[in-house]
């Protein structure tokens, strides 16, 4: 399936500047390995070396946060849209 995946700013550099960028997969797990397919480098920032999702980065499908849906194992359907979303901390 074919998924839009929205870049984060601080993300950017593996994206050649692109905020948002295309990737395959039917679930997240196969999305992100696509991106790092395309955009080497950046599974190490969104992925623990666990292979897990990194604790302070929130993933969306559509307006659904994966951490209570499926995880990794969340559905992309054709054309969702996928948001990295990194946590920001401050006062």
Do not use: C, W
């Amino acid at each position: 399936m074919s998924v839009k995946v929205r870049i984060p700013t601080i993300l950017r550099t593996y994206t050649g500047g692109q905020a948002e960028v295309p990737a395959e997969g039917t679930i997240l797990s196969e999305v992100i390995e696509s991106l790092e397919n395309n955009h080497p480098g950046i599974a190490a920032r969104v992925l623990d070396d666990q292979g897990k999702l990194r604790r302070f980065v929130n993933v969306y499908v559509n307006d659904d946060d994966v951490r209570f849906e499926g995880g990794l194992q969340t559905a992309t359907p054709d054309g969702a849209g996928i948001s990295i979303i990194p946590a920001v901390a401050g006062g």
